[in-house]
Nanobody, 123 residues
C-alpha cells in the first residue's frame, strides 16, 4: 500500500510561481512518479513525469519550459516547480506512482494516486 499526499497548491496571479510537493509513504520504490491535472469540465491530463533516478523527465507540451519536475528519493518526495503560471493552468493537481515500465503519460498505468491539491491562477 502506498499513500501519496500533495501540498503546495493555492491561489496565485498570472506570471507567478508555485511549488507542489508529493510525499509518499508505504512501499515507496517506483519507476515513474508523475503529475496529472484536471480542470473543471475537462478530463484529467498528463503534466510531467520523472524516472526513479531522476535522470529522465518528461513534460506535456503545454508546460514545457515553465514547469520542472524533480524527486528526492531519500525523502520519498516528488516536486513540481511551476513558473510563469497562466490562468489555463488552473486545475486540481494529483501525483501518482507507477511500479512498472509502462508509458509515463498513460494514466491507467499508474498504480496509486494522491487526492490532489488545487491550483488557481487569476488573470
Amino acid at each position: 500500500q502506498v499513500q501519496l499526499v500533495e501540498s503546495g497548491g493555492g491561489l496565485v496571479q498570472a506570471g507567478g510561481s508555485l511549488r507542489l510537493s508529493c510525499a509518499a509513504s508505504g512501499r515507496t520504490f517506483s519507476n515513474y512518479m508523475g503529475w496529472f491535472r484536471q480542470a473543471p469540465g475537462k478530463e484529467r491530463e498528463f503534466v510531467a513525469a520523472i524516472s526513479w533516478s531522476g535522470g529522465s523527465t518528461y513534460y506535456a507540451d503545454s508546460v514545457k519550459g515553465r514547469f520542472t519536475i524533480s524527486r528526492d528519493n531519500a525523502k520519498n518526495t516528488v516536486y513540481l516547480q511551476m513558473n510563469s503560471l497562466k490562468p489555463e493552468d488552473t486545475a486540481v493537481y494529483c501525483c501518482a506512482v507507477q511500479w512498472g515500465y509502462g508509458t509515463y503519460s498513460a494514466q491507467n498505468e499508474y498504480d496509486y494516486w494522491g487526492q490532489g491539491t488545487q491550483v488557481t491562477v487569476s488573470s
